[in-house]
C-alpha cells in the first residue's frame, strides 16, 4: 500500500511465520518478495496458493497500518495545538487579523468562501469514496468462522480467505464444509491440529470435497439410466446384426467398467 511507503520499518508476527514450514523453498522466497512488494506499494501479483499465505500477513499489515496512521494523526495535531500555545493566536485568528489589515480583505473572503466551497465538494467525493473501500476491506477482514486447535485457541477464517477458496473449489460449498470442519474438530477435540497444520488439514479436506464432487458428476453421467438410453438407442442400431438385449447390456456394461476403471486409475 501506498500510505507504507513512509514507514521505516514494519512488523511481522511470529506466528503467521509458520506457514513457511509447509511451503518450498522456492514458494517462501516469493511470498516474502510479496511481503516485499505490499511494503512499497506495489500490488503483487500471486498464484492461487501463495495468495492464500500472503492474506494472514496483509491483513496484519493493514491494521498495523491504521494503528501507525492514527498515532500520526494524533502527533500532527499535538504538534498543532502546541505551536498554537505557545504563540498565543490560533490560525484563524491570524487569518482574521491579516484580513483586517487588508483593504482587499472583503475580496479575500469571498475567494476563500469559494475555495472552502469547492473544497468541501472534494471532501464529499473523497468521502464517499473512502466509505465504500473501507466497507469492502472491513467485509473482507470479517470473521466468517473459527475452529478450534489443540492448544484451546481458534484459527480464524476471513472472508477474503473464504473467497480465495471459493475459487480454487468450484465445486464445493465452502462455508458449509468449513461449518462440517468445525463440527468435527469439536466432535474430536484429540484430533484438533495445530496452527501450523490447520491450513493443511482445510486444503486436504476441501480437495476430497472437491474430487468427490467431480466423481460424483462423472457418476450421474454414467449411472445405469443412462446406460439404459444407450442401450435402446444401440438396439436400433444394431437391429440388422439381430442382437438380443442380453447380449447388448454384455457389451454397454464392459464398457462401462473400463471406463470406471480408467476414472479409478485418475483418483
Do not use: C
Not at 479575500?108 to 464529499?124: G, L, Q, R, V, Y
Not at 461449518?179 to 484438533?192: E, I
Not at 491450513?199 to 453421467?221: C, H, M, T, Y
Amino acid at each position: 500500500m501506498s500510505k507504507a511507503k513512509h514507514k521505516k520499518s514494519f512488523l511481522v508476527h511470529t506466528d503467521s511465520l509458520e506457514i513457511l514450514d509447509d511451503l518450498t523453498d522456492e514458494q517462501a522466497g516469493k511470498l516474502f518478495k510479496a511481503i516485499k512488494d505490499y511494503q512499497f506499494g506495489n500490488e503483487p501479483k500471486l498464484s492461487q496458493l501463495i495468495k492464500i499465505a500472503f492474506n494472514p500477513f496483509k491483513n496484519y499489515f493493514e491494521r498495523d497500518n491504521d494503528k501507525w496512521e492514527a498515532e500520526v494523526e494524533k502527533r500532527r495535531e499535538a504538534g498543532r495545538l502546541g505551536a498554537e500555545a505557545r504563540w498565543g493566536v490560533s490560525k484563524d485568528a491570524k487569518v482574521s487579523q491579516e484580513m483586517a489589515r487588508d483593504g482587499k480583505g472583503i475580496v479575500k473572503m469571498a475567494s476563500a468562501i469559494s475555495a472552502n466551497s469547492k473544497m468541501a465538494n472534494i471532501a464529499d467525493s473523497v468521502s464517499v469514496s473512502v466509505s465504500v473501500s473501507e466497507s469492502v476491506s472491513e467485509n473482507e477482514k470479517r470473521i466468517v468462522i473459527s475452529l478450534p486447535l489443540n492448544d484451546n485457541t481458534d484459527y480464524d477464517i476471513n472472508q477474503s480467505t473464504v473467497n480465495e477458496y471459493t475459487k480454487l473449489y468450484l465445486a464445493v460449498d465452502i462455508e458449509q464444509e468449513l461449518r462440517k470442519m468445525k463440527g468435527w474438530l469439536m466432535a474430536n477435540a484429540s484430533k484438533r491440529k495445530t496452527r501450523r497444520g490447520v491450513p493443511r488439514f482445510i486444503v486436504n479436506w476441501l480437495s476430497r470435497e472437491q474430487d468427490r464432487g467431480a466423481s460424483q458428476k462423472a457418476d450421474k453421467s454414467d449411472s445405469y439410466g443412462s446406460m439404459n438410453k444407450t442401450i435402446r438407442a444401440t438396439m436400433e442400431k444394431q437391429q440388422s446384426k439381430n442382437l438380443t438385449i442380453d447380449e447388448i447390456k454384455a457389451i454397454k456394461q464392459q464398457e462401462y467398467d473400463e471406463k470406471e476403471h480408467r476414472r479409478l486409475n485418475v483418483h
